[in-house]
């Protein structure tokens, strides 16, 4: 099945320490987005980079290291979005939302009938 | 490059441990002469000193030796100096610049013959569209993992460039969490392509895709695109080649 529509796209940047309440601020986030029905969302962890925290962010050669750069991709309807919007000011302390208006196209299976 | 006669030498006097965003401030004062393009910068490590707090740092203590005075000297033309003095003193914080004239006998001289360059490369300003298309990394298109068809797929129909992204965590179309599982074999991930071309070119492609994707979403943004290429100034040069010089036809 094929969908098209307008939707919303957020892009949110932080750094892989960042928290709330003790868990990852990725995983928190996540967990809302999803809590909303929010069609699409991943998290992506960069290997370099600084931002509003103003410290060079880098995954040293150890592999699990922290505090290398996240951002975040969501995408949803417009109505979705703006429910998310006030979490993110809640849970977000130090960090950058970039929003932009996006043609969506969505494809799914069609519910298996029995 | 720098001309015998008239100049400036700064020194900025700063203590050692200072930290400007996490790296050590001398390392960041020297970045940035280095890409603000001046002509050389020296930095020495003091062995004891004090300075305006009056309190004496010395190699023999050692709770107090990372706090060792810090010189770094560069010397560049008037107008250099004045251009980047602001963002200095913003830079050197508590430490202390000093300039003074100076008379330069005999610039340094490069230690490499310089290269020939390259002839300049283009640069391409335009309207763009950038399609990113989610799927998962266990989807699969005719027995081949779907993100790897469909570059495969871009690539023969002449789109301009994709880049694969693999998160560490997400969810998409198929609503569960795909978690990146440090030490297991991670084949469960999300992937994002993120596809740049023409609105015309991604919107003919968009029937491939209908095609190879069962369970995904596509989402398109406008973009301004900025492209630097040396290929496209052959292809340019080929399609006007007597702009100003016109050249006679071989046989």
């Known amino acids: 099945m094929k969908e098209e529509f307008t939707g919303r796209m957020l892009r949110v940047h932080f750094g892989e320490d960042d928290r709330w309440q003790g868990k990852p601020l990725h995983e928190a986030i996540l967990a809302k987005c999803e809590e909303l029905g929010i069609l699409e969302a991943v998290v992506f962890r960069g290997i370099e980079g600084y931002g509003s925290a103003s410290r060079i962010r880098h995954v040293s050669h150890w592999p699990y290291s922290k505090d290398a750069p996240i951002q975040m991709t969501i995408i949803g309807a417009e109505e979705q979005i703006a429910k998310l919007t006030p979490y993110l000011d809640e849970l977000v302390e130090e960090g950058l939302v970039a929003a932009s208006t996006v043609e969506v196209v969505r494809y799914s299976r069609a519910p298996e009938r029995s | 490059m720098l001309q015998p006669g008239k100049a400036v030498k700064v020194t900025i006097y700063l203590s050692d441990g200072a930290t400007h965003h996490g790296v050590p401030l001398y390392s960041s004062i020297l970045d940035f002469l280095f890409f603000r393009g001046v002509a050389g910068a020296t930095v020495t490590k003091g062995i004891a000193g004090f300075g305006a707090d009056h309190h004496m740092h010395s190699e023999q203590l050692v709770d107090i030796s990372d706090r060792l005075p810090i010189k770094i000297e560069f010397i560049d033309s008037r107008e250099k100096v004045e251009e980047i003095l602001g963002k200095l003193e913003e830079l050197a914080g508590t430490g202390l610049i000093e300039m003074q004239e100076t ?30 298309i989610f799927v998962s990394e266990e989807d699969r298109w005719k027995s081949k993992p779907l993100h ?17 992204y693999r998160g560490i965590l997400g969810f998409g179309a198929h609503r569960r969490v795909h978690k990146d599982k440090p030490l297991v074999s991670s084949r469960h991930g999300s992937i994002m392509l993120s596809v740049i071309d023409s609105a015309e070119k991604l919107r003919a492609f968009l029937p491939i895709v209908d095609q190879m994707v069962e369970e995904g979403l596509v989402v398109f943004s406008d973009v301004d695109v900025v492209k630097y290429a040396y290929r496209a100034l052959d292809m340019k040069q080929q399609e006007t080649p007597s702009a100003s010089a016109p050249v006679e036809a071989r046989p």
């Open chain 2, 103 to 132: 008379t330069i006998a005999k610039p340094a001289q490069l230690s490499k013959p310089v290269k020939p360059l390259l002839p300049p490369h283009l640069k391409i300003e335009d309207k763009a569209q950038i399609m990113r």
């Open chain 2, 148 to 164: 790897e068809a469909l570059v495969e797929a871009l690539r023969a129909n002449d789109i301009a460039g994709v880049t694969v």
